[in-house]
Each structure stands twice: as C-alpha cells, then as structure tokens.
T-cell receptor, first 114, second 113 residues
Framework: KAGVTQTPRYLIKTRGQQVTLSCSPI?????VSWYQQTPGQGLQFLFE???????NKGNFPGRFSGRQFSNSRSEMNVSTLELGDSALYLC?????????????FGPGTRLTVL | GENVEQHPSTLSVQEGDSAVIKCTYS??????FPWYKQELGKRPQLIID?????GEKKDQRIAVTLNKTAKHFSLHITETQPEDSAVYFC????????????FGSGTQLTVLP
C-alpha cells in the first residue's frame, strides 16, 4: 500500500505570495492532519480534516487554511506569506476518527519564503 | 492548551548502552502518547505508543512507561545501535484525539560505535 504523499516536495516563494500544498493520504484513510516543523518551534499542529470537515485547528493565524476533498486528499493554503512561514509542512493520515489511530506522516513540503 | 516538555535535548551513548528520554505533559485529558523517530531529511515514524490505561509497553529493545499521576512518560532504548541515532519526539494527544498531537522539542540521540 502506498504511503502518504505530498506535493510539491520543495517550494520557494517570496513574501506576500500565497501557496497551496497538497497531501494524498494512504488509501482508505479518511483523516488528514497538518503540522508545521521549524527548528525553533518544533512540530506544531495546524489542523485536522475528517470526511471533508475541519475538526480542529491549532493556534495559527487565519492566513493558514485547508480543505479536504471527497477522496480524502487534502490541501493547505497559506496566504500573504511571511519569512517566518519558512518550514517543513507535514501531513499525516490515519484510518478513521478513533481515539488511538496511528498517524502516518508524509515526506513533507519544504517551503522557503524569501 | 497542552504543553509537552522533553529532556534531554541531546544524548550521546556508547553502542550497547541504554538511552532514556523523558517527557512531561500538562493536560490531564491527554490519553495517547506516541513516540516518533525522525532521521535526517526523513519523515517522522512511529516507533511505539502507549494509551493512558496502560503503565508500560515494550517492543523488542524499545519500551515506554507512563505515570499518569505525575504526568510523565519515558522512552527506554536498550542495547543501542548506531542506526538508533536520530531525533526522537514524544507527543501527547490534544483533547483526547490521536490525530491532534502536541510534540516535545525533540532529543538528538547519537550512538557512538
């Protein structure tokens, strides 16, 4: 079974631009969570989608948004990019909405904002 | 919200020795505690997890212990090998959901041959 995939793997943008990142979960997985990883802040939860609905959101500004499609693929969007948005963005999928379902991470998208 | 503290930030051990990484959490509602291993340039991978109704779990050379009263949990790696060198993250579920995790700051483990 193929793992979680993310596209693109690398992205360079300039301040003020917007960006869309894509995540394809493992086949059959309906939950997708997004995390931001930076050297300074570590891994931080952004939001989680299940059955096309955002279930929870972390402590990030409204410039960060996402959505999930009927095939469980998810996208996240960052508008008005800032230098501090440079990070590795990881998505993780799990099979369903249970309390203990393991999350499987994708390889991440490395975003650099110049 | 949930806060997870992880210690130490770096750990060097001789091959064959044991390594212990400790984490504390703040939210008593957290009920799921996974540990992830992240090698340089790679994705985090789950190595072991524990639920709040269990005090200890072991998988070959890796074990995790949980003390709910004290709100701390620990990762134990025995008979360390060079391939164990990586960054290890502990995490705790937010509001009881395994899909929303608060991570510790990570421990860079180096196993010296």
């Amino acid at each position: 079974k193929a793992g979680v995939t993310q596209t693109p793997r690398y992205l360079i943008k300039t301040r003020g631009q917007q960006v869309t990142l894509s995540c394809s979960p493992i086949s059959g997985h309906r939950s997708v969570s997004w995390y931001q990883q930076t050297p300074g802040q570590g891994l931080q939860f952004l939001f989680e989608y299940f059955s096309e609905t955002q279930r929870n959101k972390g402590n990030f500004p409204g410039r960060f948004s996402g959505r999930q499609f009927s095939n469980s693929r998810s996208e996240m969007n960052v508008s008005t990019l800032e230098l501090g948005d440079s990070a590795l963005y990881l998505c993780a999928s799990s099979i369903e909405a249970g309390a203990y379902n393991e999350q499987f991470f994708g390889p991440g998208t490395r975003l650099t904002v110049l | 919200g949930e806060n997870v503290e992880q210690h130490p930030s770096t750990l060097s051990v001789q091959e064959g020795d044991s390594a212990v990484i400790k984490c504390t959490y703040s939210d008593s509602a957290s009920n799921y505690f996974p540990w992830y291993k992240q090698e340089l340039g790679k994705r985090p991978q789950l190595i072991i997890d524990i639920r709040s109704n269990v005090g200890e779990k072991k998988d070959q050379r890796i074990a995790v212990t949980l003390n709910k009263t004290a709100k701390h949990f620990s990762l134990h790696i025995t008979e360390t090998q060079p391939e164990d060198s990586a960054v290890y993250f502990c995490a705790a579920s937010i509001r009881g959901s395994a899909r929303q995790l608060t991570f510790g700051s990570g421990t860079q483990l180096t196993v010296l041959p």
